[in-house]
């Protein structure tokens, strides 16, 4: 696509930030770019060694597609009392054209540029041939050209209020300013600090300065050109990844061309140093790169996948039954631009679908203009468009169309906690029809055995919990805990073989402290860590979405309310390695937490597919969640539990229902746990109110619950211990009913070893099969106060030799 309209500029053929490469012997600094009827004339300063001695020059190469440059020439004759070099800018005056640029006299073996240095100005016709150099006084006409004192990166711009003065900055005492109406007579106006290399231009009746510091490139901006403030942070560009740049970025020179056929960019020019260890002082290469708002710099540097060896992907990672026709509406209309809500198309601020070009300044520059708007439409489409971490802001739409797709980068470090962040942020819709993917694989190692595949010609493995506090490396082969776990890919090193940590991202779209937020008709796909964070939200749809994960990725959750109230989850279909619904509120959001609504989901997950929990420290209440759907069609093991509700480190938990639920291949259908885990250490108290002791859990109702294939027993347990005084602290999980629950064990064999004395599980991670075997096959309970069982059949398999309830410290009772 071309961007640029008539300058043919395509930016989906750049293919790196490189203009003119440093060689063994010519290195290419300080660049200045003019264009004229669709070329591009780059001037500069040519390095180049010949044996002992360097020389100077002004170079010029030129492009009229910013992809193709010609053999640099030299402008100017090696002079060592001279050595012209570092133009500034191609100024036109009265009809002519002036090349500014300085002399860097080294006649005496000098490194750098004597007291003699100046600055001078070259005329020129067709900008490839120039005049004589002509001295410009800038001191002044009564300042003697030997009393000028050393002034080196001059850059020459018109007024912007009477358009017959122009200035002149140039390095020295910081940056010098002086003007002059004729280019002869000049007179002296003032200095400000500031870096070298000084491009001066004006914006929107600013003036900007862009400058180098020690390293970067810098921005100031004045009104009057007598008070400057800083216009934004230094900026580095992607200097951390280019060998070629690895000592310095420097010398930014800003071509408008804004006003060629409406592009609205501007194109940077800068160079990079890598001196090689000082062999070649002065060496360096010349980049490029593209904004439209001086902050966003689209860099063209292509990702560089961290663990290039990783990202493969097996048969059983994926489920390929997900009815995404059901879900998703491929269909949906894209939005059109009006005064009231514009668009925003990422591809208008330099994105490009290219495979493996990272496009995250394309995102943000879009995300803040649409917010420097007033909010609109970010539109992305036609193609898959590699990023890294983009921030959203109020009253914005991102709307990925069906044949659009917003990809993760697969680089370490372009990721900073989440692919997409939006923090505080109101009004904010998510939609469209089209993919946001994580390329999770890429985050994590191989794993040790290959997706387990039910198949009919074969018999289900044995059911084997292993016994409570078996490490994960000491488990049998027999055991559901080692066959899932070694099927999981994790980021850590989990079998200490000093590889270290992938240094993931924690979630793939991180929604912080917002309100009023829709995300529907939307797939998100491969996530790296947690598919979807909603965190201290408030006022929250997710209605058609589609999570569509490799199933095993290690931490992979689907859905994660996290300190957030008033939250509708609404027809999604989740498949995924981690817990698939997760409601929980650690010690961080630092509230409490109130009406959740879950309904018409389906869930396939290794882990649990509805869970409250582990992360519990705030309270959480009046939880509805009804007419969902948890199986796992194709994998063995089963998924780990179906409804997980679980306080470990001091939450509340109370006014819970959950009613007609389908359950299939879920190896336990419900597991409810108190414990006293206390993850965020809560000092000691006798007070076994202090969440030391743990939390409650409190007026549970689970209706109408239909599982078939389940595995291991339902687990719904308090707990009892010991205090430093030897005092018994019983916390008892209360007010429980189970109406109409109906259950068919899978009828293989069982390997059960159930110990002598069940141990009160007090700060384990609350999971059922880190609990070990019980005496029951249908339901187990202990400290409970007030549990009816109303309507409960479970149907055992042939090889069961246990009954079918024990009930241990539980007062039976009717809610």
Same mark, same amino acid.
């Given at each position: 696509?071309?961007?640029?309209?008539?300058?043919?500029?395509?930016?989906?053929?750049?293919?790196?930030?490189?203009?003119?490469?440093?060689?063994?012997?010519?290195?290419?600094?300080?660049?200045?770019?003019?264009?004229?009827?669709?070329?591009?004339?780059?001037?500069?300063?040519?390095?180049?060694?010949?044996?002992?001695?360097?020389?100077?020059?002004?170079?010029?190469?030129?492009?009229?597609?910013?992809?193709?440059?010609?053999?640099?020439?030299?402008?100017?004759?090696?002079? +060592?009392? +001279?050595?012209?070099? @570092?133009? *500034?800018?191609?100024?036109?005056?009265?009809? +002519?054209?002036?090349?500014?640029? %300085?002399?860097?006299?080294?006649?005496?073996?000098?490194?750098?540029?004597?007291?003699?240095? /100046?600055?001078?100005?070259?005329?020129?016709?067709?900008?490839?041939?120039?005049?004589?150099?002509?001295?410009?006084?800038?001191?002044?006409?009564?300042?003697?050209?030997?009393?000028?004192?050393?002034?080196?990166?001059?850059?020459?711009?018109?007024?912007?209020?009477?358009?017959?003065?122009?200035? =002149?900055?140039?390095?020295?005492?910081?940056?010098?300013?002086?003007?002059?109406?004729?280019?002869?007579?000049?007179?002296?106006?003032?200095?400000?600090?500031?870096?070298?290399?000084? =491009?001066?231009?004006?914006?929107?009746?600013?003036?900007?300065?862009?400058?180098?510091?020690?390293?970067?490139?810098?921005?100031?901006?004045?009104?009057?050109?007598?008070?400057?403030?800083?216009?934004?942070?230094?900026?580095?560009? @992607?200097?951390?990844?280019?060998?070629?740049?690895?000592?310095?970025?420097?010398?930014?020179?800003?071509?408008?061309?804004? +006003?060629?056929?409406?592009?609205?960019?501007?194109?940077?020019?800068?160079?990079?140093?890598?001196?090689?260890?000082?062999?070649?002082?002065?060496?360096?290469?010349?980049?490029?790169?593209?904004?439209?708002?001086?902050?966003?710099?689209?860099?063209?540097?292509?990702?560089?996948?961290?663990?290039?060896?990783?990202?493969?992907?097996?048969?059983?990672?994926?489920?390929?039954?997900?009815?995404?026709?059901?879900?998703?509406?491929?269909?949906?209309?894209?939005?059109?631009?009006?005064?009231?809500?514009?668009?925003?198309?990422?591809?208008?601020?330099?994105?490009?679908?290219?495979?493996?070009?990272?496009?995250?300044?394309?995102? %943000?520059?879009?995300?803040?203009?649409?917010?420097?708007? *007033?909010?609109?439409?970010?539109?992305?489409?036609?193609?898959?468009?590699?990023?890294?971490?983009?921030?959203?802001?109020?009253?914005?739409?991102?709307?990925?169309?069906?044949?659009?797709?917003?990809?993760?980068?697969?680089?370490?470090?372009?990721?900073?906690?989440?692919?997409?962040?939006?923090?505080?942020?109101? #009004?904010?819709?998510?939609?469209?029809?089209?993919?946001?993917?994580?390329?999770?694989?890429?985050?994590?190692?191989?794993?040790?055995?290959?997706?387990?595949?039910? /198949?009919?010609?074969?018999?289900?493995?044995?059911?084997?919990?292993?016994?409570?506090?078996?490490?994960?490396?000491?488990?049998?082969?027999?055991?559901?805990?080692?066959?899932?776990?070694?099927?999981?890919?994790? @980021?850590?090193?989990?079998?200490?073989?000093?590889?270290?940590?992938?240094?993931?991202?924690?979630?793939?779209?991180?929604?912080?402290?917002?309100?009023?937020?829709?995300?529907?008709?939307?797939?998100?796909?491969?996530?790296?860590?947690?598919?979807?964070?909603?965190?201290? =939200?408030?006022?929250?749809?997710?209605?058609?979405?589609?999570?569509?994960? #490799?199933?095993?990725?290690?931490?992979?959750? *689907?859905?994660?309310?996290? *300190?957030?109230?008033?939250?509708?989850?609404?027809?999604?279909?989740?498949?995924?390695?981690?817990?698939?619904?997760?409601?929980?509120?650690?010690?961080?959001?630092?509230?409490?937490?109130?009406?959740?609504?879950?309904?018409?989901?389906?869930?396939?997950?290794?882990?649990?597919?509805?869970?409250?929990?582990t992360e519990t420290r705030w309270n959480i209440s009046d939880i509805l969640v009804e007419r969902c759907r948890f199986f796992m069609p194709d994998l063995f093991p089963g998924t780990t539990s179906g409804i997980a509700i679980e306080s470990a480190d001091g939450?509340?938990?109370?006014?819970?229902?959950?009613?007609?639920?389908?359950?299939?291949?879920?190896?336990?259908?419900?597991?409810?746990?108190?414990?006293?885990?206390?993850?965020?250490?809560?000092?000691? @108290?006798?007070?076994?109110?202090?969440?030391?002791?743990?939390?409650?859990?409190?007026?549970i109702l689970l209706e109408r619950i239909h599982a078939e294939d389940m595995e291991v027993p339902c687990i719904l347990s308090g707990f009892q211990a010991a205090g430093k005084g030897g005092e018994t602290v019983r916390k008892g999980i209360e007010d429980i009913?189970?109406?109409?629950?109906?259950?068919?064990?899978?009828? #293989?064999?069982?390997?059960? #070893?159930?110990?002598?004395?069940?141990?009160?599980?007090?700060d384990g991670y609350p999971e059922n099969n880190l609990f070990g075997d019980v005496d029951a096959y249908g339901i187990w309970a202990r400290h409970c106060d007030r549990l009816a069982l109303e309507g409960v059949d479970i149907v055992p398999r042939s090889a069961?030799?246990?009954? /079918?309830?024990?009930?241990?410290?539980?007062?039976?009772?009717?809610?």
């Amino acid at each position: 696509m071309t961007i640029l309209g008539e300058t043919k500029m395509n930016l989906a053929k750049i293919k790196g930030p490189v203009v003119l490469a440093q060689t063994e012997k010519r290195g290419y600094r300080d660049p200045a770019a003019f264009y004229h009827e669709g070329t591009c004339y780059l001037y500069f300063t040519m390095v180049e060694q010949e044996g002992t001695e360097q020389y100077f020059t002004i170079g010029l190469s030129k492009s009229r597609d910013f992809i193709h440059w010609s053999e640099p020439v030299s402008l100017t004759e090696r002079a +060592k009392e +001279k050595e012209y070099s @570092s133009p *500034g800018n191609l100024f036109a005056f009265q009809g +002519k054209y002036y090349l500014c640029m %300085q002399t860097y006299c080294r006649e005496n073996g000098e490194v750098y540029g004597n007291e003699k240095s /100046r600055i001078y100005t070259m005329e020129t016709e067709d900008f490839e041939h120039f005049e004589e150099p002509v001295l410009l006084k800038v001191k002044g006409d009564n300042v003697r050209e030997e009393d000028m004192g050393r002034m080196i990166d001059p850059c020459l711009l018109r007024d912007k209020d009477d358009p017959d003065k122009i200035w =002149c900055f140039y390095k020295q005492n910081g940056v010098s300013y002086s003007w002059s109406y004729d280019m002869v007579h000049w007179t002296y106006a003032g200095r400000t600090d500031c870096g070298e290399n000084v =491009c001066a231009l004006t914006i929107d009746d600013t003036y900007y300065l862009m400058h180098s510091p020690e390293n970067g490139i810098g921005l100031l901006k004045s009104e009057d050109l007598r008070h400057f403030e800083e216009a934004g942070p230094v900026n580095f560009l @992607s200097q951390s990844r280019w060998p070629w740049a690895k000592d310095r970025i420097t010398a930014g020179f800003l071509l408008d061309m804004t +006003k060629e056929a409406g592009a609205g960019f501007y194109m940077l020019f800068y160079h990079g140093d890598n001196e090689r260890n000082g062999t070649f002082p002065f060496g360096a290469s010349i980049g490029m790169a593209v904004t439209k708002d001086l902050k966003n710099y689209i860099t063209f540097e292509p990702e560089e996948p961290t663990y290039p060896n990783l990202g493969n992907v097996y048969e059983g990672d994926y489920y390929r039954g997900i009815p995404r026709e059901e879900y998703i509406d491929k269909s949906q209309v894209i939005p059109q631009a009006s005064p009231e809500r514009p668009v925003f198309d990422i591809r208008d601020f330099g994105a490009a679908a290219i495979p493996g070009r990272v496009n995250t300044a394309a995102f %943000q520059a879009a995300a803040d203009a649409c917010e420097a708007a *007033g909010g609109g439409v970010i539109l992305v489409q036609d193609g898959s468009y590699v990023t890294g971490t983009f921030y959203l802001y109020d009253n914005t739409t991102l709307f990925v169309a069906s044949n659009g797709e917003i990809e993760a980068t697969r680089e370490n470090g372009r990721i900073k906690t989440a692919l997409l962040v939006a923090e505080g942020t109101e #009004n904010l819709v998510i939609t469209g029809g089209g993919c946001i993917c994580g390329n999770g694989e890429w985050y994590v190692y191989e794993p040790k055995l290959k997706p387990a595949l039910l /198949r009919d010609d074969r018999p289900h493995p044995p059911t084997h919990l292993a016994p409570r506090g078996t490490a994960d490396r000491m488990l049998p082969e027999t055991a559901l805990r080692y066959n899932y776990r070694r099927r999981i890919r994790f @980021s850590e090193d989990k079998y200490d073989e000093n590889v270290g940590s992938t240094q993931r991202p924690e979630f793939m779209v991180y929604l912080k402290n917002c309100r009023n937020v829709r995300m529907e008709n939307i797939v998100l796909k491969d996530a790296m860590a947690w598919t979807l964070n909603l965190f201290a =939200c408030e006022d929250v749809l997710v209605k058609d979405v589609v999570i569509d994960n #490799n199933r095993h990725v290690a931490n992979t959750d *689907g859905i994660d309310i996290t *300190g957030s109230s008033r939250v509708e989850i609404d027809h999604c279909f989740i498949s995924t390695a981690d817990d698939g619904i997760v409601v929980k509120n650690p010690e961080n959001t630092g509230t409490d937490m109130s009406e959740i609504h879950v309904h018409d989901c389906q869930v396939i997950t290794v882990m649990n597919a509805f869970k409250i929990g582990t992360e519990t420290r705030w309270n959480i209440s009046d939880i509805l969640v009804e007419r969902c759907r948890f199986f796992m069609p194709d994998l063995f093991p089963g998924t780990t539990s179906g409804i997980a509700i679980e306080s470990a480190d001091g939450s509340h938990i109370q006014n819970v229902t959950v009613r007609d639920i389908e359950m299939k291949h879920v190896t336990c259908p419900i597991f409810i746990c108190l414990n006293m885990r206390n993850r965020y250490g809560v000092p000691y @108290s006798c007070d076994s109110s202090s969440p030391y002791w743990g939390g409650r859990i409190q007026n549970i109702l689970l209706e109408r619950i239909h599982a078939e294939d389940m595995e291991v027993p339902c687990i719904l347990s308090g707990f009892q211990a010991a205090g430093k005084g030897g005092e018994t602290v019983r916390k008892g999980i209360e007010d429980i009913t189970i109406r109409g629950f109906r259950a068919v064990y899978l009828d #293989n064999e069982e390997i059960v #070893n159930v110990p002598e004395v069940i141990e009160e599980y007090l700060d384990g991670y609350p999971e059922n099969n880190l609990f070990g075997d019980v005496d029951a096959y249908g339901i187990w309970a202990r400290h409970c106060d007030r549990l009816a069982l109303e309507g409960v059949d479970i149907v055992p398999r042939s090889a069961n030799t246990r009954e /079918r309830i024990k009930l241990y410290d539980v007062e039976e009772g009717r809610n």
